[in-house]
T-cell receptor
Framework: NAGVTQTPKFRVLKTGQSMTLLCAQD?????MYWYRQDPGMGLRLIHY???????AKGEVPDGYNVSRLKKQNFLLGLESAAPSQTSVYFC??????????????FGPGTRLTVL | QQPVQSPQAVILREGEDAVINCSSS?????VHWYRQKHGEAPVFLMI?????EQKGHDKISASFNEKKQQSSLYLTASQLSYSGTYFC??????????????FGTGTLLAVQP
């Protein structure tokens, strides 16, 4: 199993450009999450999904959109990138319910720079 | 809503002990602990599911005081490999469901030879 994978690993954008980050998981997990990580801020939740076709806002959703058309994929879109969106983006997934606790499994991250 | 971690940073010598605290202003369902090495993804350490629960993994253990909405991570006889940033993630009744984690800002731990 590959676990959680993210594409691309690195990207540089100019202000105003758009892009989509792809997260894929092969563990048949229901829940998927997008976080951003900035120095000194920890991990902040952008959007999440509790199942195929559903999405919900997290702590910092402005400027981002998401889609979950297939259970294994969760896409994060930036329609018009801004320098404030320079960050490391992590995707995570977890099963619907695990009696041992709802551990989240993280992808390797995408480092995005907006000039 | 973001849990508060303390201390923000700690420097240890190999073999010394450390305690990292995590406290929340909200009632909690569970507390998760992760460690992150520089440039890597967070790695799961353990979950504490109910008040008073204590868990251990090697020489790293944790406790959860549900009444105080606090958790502590204990690192004993620290090793160089323990270096990294430690995050707690709290799972509470956000909007009536326990669907998401809110992470603290992290504690940077540096273990020196």
């Amino acid at each position: 199993n590959a676990g959680v994978t993210q594409t691309p690993k690195f990207r540089v954008l100019k202000t105003g450009q758009s892009m989509t980050l792809l997260c894929a998981q092969d563990m048949n997990h229901e829940y998927m999450y997008w976080y951003r990580q900035d120095p000194g801020m920890g991990l902040r939740l952008i959007h999440y999904s509790v199942g195929e076709g559903t999405t919900a806002k997290g702590e910092v959703p402005d400027g981002y959109n998401v889609s979950r058309l297939k259970k294994q994929n969760f896409l994060l879109g930036l329609e018009s990138a801004a320098p404030s969106q320079t960050s490391v983006y992590f995707c995570a997934s977890r099963p619907w319910r695990d009696p041992r606790g709802n551990e989240q499994f993280f992808g390797p991250g995408t480092r995005l720079t907006v000039l | 809503q973001q849990p508060v971690q303390s201390p923000q940073a700690v420097i240890l010598r190999e073999g010394e002990d450390a305690v990292i605290n995590c406290s929340s202003s909200k009632a909690l369902y569970s507390v998760h602990w992760y460690r992150q090495k520089h440039g890597e993804a967070p790695v799961f350490l353990m979950i504490l599911l109910k008040g008073g629960e204590q868990k251990g993994h090697d020489k790293i253990s944790a406790s959860f005081n549900e009444k105080k909405q606090q958790s502590s991570l204990y690192l004993t006889a620290s090793q160089l490999s323990y270096s990294g940033t430690y995050f707690c993630g709290t799972e509470g009744q956000y909007g009536g469901a326990t669907n998401k984690l809110i992470f603290g800002t992290g504690t940077l731990l540096a273990v020196q030879p």
